[in-house]
């Protein structure tokens, strides 16, 4: 398959960790890892390497698996730059209009 590729992870008792992939380039990006464990295995049984964390905001259910993923991948986290403080091992302070690149495709904040 080429292309952009989603996959959904249920993670705790009501929450979603996503993760998105470019083909092309085999980039991997996470989206709001609550927790570790399950990203990191459904990114293994792909075949993937995660090389971003896109955080949306600092809440427990958002960021507890950021520390982690980082050790396991050494990916860099993108976060508000109002929030990056908060977010473990933050690396990349982003803001409205701003963009992500993930391999070819580009994510605009709002």
Same mark, same amino acid.
């Given at each position: 398959?080429?292309?952009?590729?989603?996959?959904?992870?249920?993670?705790?008792?009501?929450?979603?960790?996503?993760?998105?992939?470019?083909?092309?380039?085999?980039?991997?990006?996470?989206?709001?890892?609550?927790?570790?464990?399950?990203?990191?295995?459904?990114a293994?049984?792909?075949?993937w390497?995660i090389?971003?964390? =896109?955080?949306?905001? +600092?809440?427990?259910? &958002?960021?507890? !698996?950021? %520390?982690?993923i *980082?050790?396991?991948?050494?990916? @860099?986290?993108?976060?508000?730059?109002?929030? =990056?403080?908060?977010? +473990?091992?933050?690396? &990349?302070?982003? !803001?409205? %209009?701003?963009? *992500?690149?993930?391999?070819?495709? @580009?994510?605009?904040?709002?």
């Amino acid at each position: 398959m080429s292309g952009l590729e989603i996959r959904q992870i249920p993670v705790l008792n009501d929450n979603y960790v996503y993760l998105i992939h470019d083909s092309e380039s085999g980039k991997t990006a996470c989206v709001d890892p609550a927790v570790a464990a399950p990203v990191v295995d459904a990114a293994q049984s792909a075949g993937w390497r995660i090389s971003h964390i =896109l955080v949306t905001h +600092p809440h427990f259910d &958002h960021i507890g !698996g950021i %520390g982690e993923i *980082v050790a396991a991948y050494g990916a @860099e986290v993108y976060a508000s730059t109002d929030d =990056l403080a908060h977010i +473990p091992q933050g690396t &990349h302070g982003v !803001g409205q %209009g701003d963009t *992500v690149q993930l391999g070819a495709y @580009e994510a605009k904040v709002l």
